[in-house]
């Protein structure tokens, strides 16, 4: 994984990696995750 600001870090990756697996129930594998600042926008715009 790049180490740029923009990247997720490996504790990230691997806790996102455990939550699919659980909810799957077999396993997998991160092949891409970006950040994605939708969910921050959809809260301010409730908020307001």
Not at 13 to 19: G, K, L, P
Not at 20 to 45: C, F, H, L, P, S
């Amino acid at each position: 994984m790049s180490n740029n600001n923009n990247a997720v870090s490996e504790e990230i990756v691997a806790v996102i990696t455990a939550a699919v697996e659980a909810i799957i129930g077999k396993k997998v594998a991160a092949i891409r995750i970006k950040r994605n600042d939708a969910w921050t926008m959809a809260a301010r715009r409730s908020a307001v």
